[in-house]
T-cell receptor, first 114, second 115 residues
Framework: AQSVTQLDSQVPVFEEAPVELRCNYS??????LFWYVQYPNQGLQLLLK??????LVESINGFEAEFNKSQTSFHLRKPSVHISDTAEYFC????????????FGPGTRLSVLP | SQTIHQWPATLVQPVGSPLSLECTVE??????LYWYRQAAGRGLQLLFY??????ISSEVPQNLSASRPQDRQFILSSKKLLLSDSGFYLC??????????????FGEGSRLTVL
């Protein structure tokens, strides 16, 4: 069975400051890792994903995440946040089988303050 | 391109009333379909998923049910709503053909308030 831990339920940060949202997972098999973002009263949108290859993946809006197999982590980072980054962020893990083996973390609410 | 639609967007229902939420996917064939629930302050809970017409797997025992009458239509139902059924319901789809990409595509969600 797989599980995902997001230790920080809320992260307040000032605009233009850097941020890191932590994600750790546990799995007995190889995994695929994802970060999703949810703006208020909306569905989830894929932010970035790691399937294979380079362990550092980037999104089009400046976020990046690094897959660290030894530490079973997939932390999300951004060097300078904007007010518009305020949202809920979910880390997720999949073992490649569609359906029930796509597991989401509890989410981290990022609040960017002016 | 593929799109996913959910309706209604918001719903206020009394306890004991029935429920029907609909989800339709366009632009793809034979998708895997999912219903998730997001309760206030909590993460995502997978309720049902389907890999084909009439094939439904339930993850959590409850008074909800799901049906897939057509390839790209997924319906979430209840005969009698409970207060605990309040939440934000999300439909999602994924491809099950070709190279695995893993991505789930979500609808905009349906907010259900049971009074």
């Amino acid at each position: 069975a797989q599980s995902v831990t997001q230790l920080d339920s809320q992260v307040p940060v000032f605009e233009e400051a850097p941020v890191e949202l932590r994600c750790n997972y546990s799995s007995s098999v190889s995994v695929y890792l994802f970060w999703y973002v949810q703006y208020p009263n909306q569905g989830l949108q894929l932010l970035l994903k790691y399937l294979s290859g380079s362990t550092l993946v980037e999104s089009i809006n400046g976020f990046e995440a690094e897959f660290n197999k030894s530490q079973t982590s997939f932390h999300l980072r951004k060097p300078s946040v904007h007010i518009s980054d305020t949202a809920e962020y979910f880390c997720a893990v999949s073992d490649g089988n569609y359906g029930q083996n796509f597991v989401f973390g509890p989410g981290t609410r990022l609040s960017v303050l002016p | 391109s593929q799109t996913i639609h959910q309706w209604p967007a918001t719903l206020v229902q009394p306890v004991g009333s029935p429920l029907s939420l609909e989800c339709t996917v366009e632009g793809t064939s034979n998708p895997n379909l999912y219903w998730y629930r997001q309760a206030a302050g909590r993460g995502l809970q997978l309720l049902f998923y389907s890999v084909g017409i009439g094939q439904i797997s339930s993850e959590v025992p409850q008074n909800l049910s799901a049906s897939r009458p057509q390839d790209r239509q997924f319906i979430l139902s209840s005969k009698k709503l409970l207060l605990s059924d309040s939440g934000f319901y999300l439909c999602a789809w994924s491809s099950n053909t070709g190279t695995y990409t893993g991505e789930l595509f979500f609808g905009e969600g349906s907010r259900l308030t049971v009074l």
